[in-house]
């Protein structure tokens, strides 16, 4: 499975790339979200590759989503797509955005790829291996090598939204005495815990499934986790909820090495 996740990352990337050199315009959703040919293409492509090797699983891709293409997904499992997460790292220039691809099984990231197209950089994890893959310039992998988190140190360092901070993340900082934060977008903050370049990320705004299954996959396969706040496992295919909209996530916790609960440092 990964490997065709792989594939069709990669010929993503390529397409993202492409618009990014070629000049693109720039639409809003209904949601206020920015979205541009760039994520509409990627997608095409992602959904091309998923259907023709898994024809049986269904895909939830949050552009598809966007335009009322939801399918059943009770009781079996499903892709979740994002093809540009960090739609607003690409307009505005930065190299942060990522093709994002995760299969769910029983509400857990079974599989995941996140791929770092301006960085040529990708990651990638499933069944308790997770790997860091370094992308040429002609969309291939040049190099694989096996990642995990890292034991969390005395002096840990937080992850946090570049664009979505929030008031709590501040408290959960200073509640857990961690007195290093950097501010990153997209799902790469979850590949950096998974490689062991940081300990903690703490999420209290609002984030969708296929903004965080691919790199939560990667995470949990290097040997961390991500966890709602009273503990238990994110989970994913959260639906005909009342609380919520579908799909949408919980504020959540995700963890590198050992320290998994909200405990004070």
């Given at each position: 499975?990964?490997?065709?996740?792989?594939?069709?990352?990669?010929?993503?990337?390529?397409?993202?790339?492409?618009?990014?050199?070629?000049?693109?315009?720039?639409?809003?959703?209904?949601?206020?979200?920015?979205?541009?040919?760039?994520?509409?293409?990627?997608?095409?492509?992602?959904?091309?590759?998923?259907?023709?090797d898994y024809p049986e699983i269904p895909v939830?891709?949050?552009?598809?989503?966007?335009?009322?293409?939801?399918?059943?997904?009770?009781?079996?499992?499903?892709?979740?797509?994002?093809?540009l997460d960090g739609t607003r790292e690409f307009?505005?220039?930065?190299?942060?955005?990522?093709?994002?691809?995760?299969?769910?099984?029983?509400?857990?990231?079974?599989?995941?790829?996140?791929?770092?197209?301006?960085?040529?950089?990708?990651?990638?994890?499933?069944?308790?291996?997770?790997?860091?893959?370094?992308?040429?310039?002609?969309?291939?992998?040049?190099?694989?090598?096996?990642?995990?988190?890292?034991?969390?140190?005395?002096?840990?360092?937080?992850?946090?939204s570049l664009r979505h901070n929030s008031p709590?993340?501040?408290?959960?900082?200073?509640?857990?005495?961690?007195?290093?934060?950097?501010?990153?977008?997209?799902?790469?903050?979850?590949?950096?815990?998974?490689?062991?370049?940081?300990?903690?990320?703490?999420?209290?705004?609002?984030?969708?499934?296929?903004?965080?299954?691919?790199?939560?996959?990667?995470?949990?396969?290097?040997?961390?986790?991500?966890?709602?706040?009273?503990?238990?496992?994110?989970?994913?295919?959260?639906?005909?909820?009342?609380?919520?909209?579908?799909?949408?996530?919980?504020?959540?916790?995700?963890?590198?090495?050992?320290?998994?609960?909200?405990?004070?440092?």
């Open positions: 499975m990964l490997r065709t996740f792989e594939r069709a990352a990669l010929e993503a990337g390529r397409a993202i790339i492409a618009v990014l050199r070629e000049g693109f315009p720039v639409a809003m959703k209904a949601d206020a979200s920015p979205v541009t040919v760039a994520d509409e293409e990627a997608e095409r492509i992602i959904l091309a590759h998923l259907a023709r939830v891709a949050e552009e598809s989503v966007a335009a009322g293409s939801v399918p059943d997904i009770s009781g079996r499992g499903f892709f979740l797509v994002d093809p307009v505005d220039g930065r190299q942060e955005f990522t093709v994002n691809i995760a299969y769910i099984e029983n509400g857990a990231p079974m599989a995941g790829i996140v791929y770092a197209p301006a960085l040529g950089l990708a990651f990638s994890g499933e069944r308790g291996h997770a790997e860091r893959l370094v992308v040429t310039e002609d969309f291939t992998v040049g190099a694989r090598s096996a990642i995990t988190v890292r034991e969390q140190p005395a002096d840990r360092l937080a992850l946090a709590e993340t501040g408290t959960f900082l200073a509640d857990h005495a961690i007195s290093k934060c950097t501010n990153i977008g997209s799902s790469l903050k979850f590949c950096l815990l998974a490689e062991g370049k940081a300990d903690v990320y703490p999420r209290f705004t609002r984030t969708m499934e296929w903004d965080t299954a691919a790199g939560d996959a990667v995470l949990r396969a290097a040997g961390g986790s991500t966890v709602t706040l009273d503990g238990a496992p994110l989970t994913y295919g959260k639906t005909g909820t009342a609380a919520d909209f579908d799909f949408a996530n919980p504020n959540f916790i995700s963890w590198g090495g050992r320290k998994r609960v909200l405990e004070p440092a």
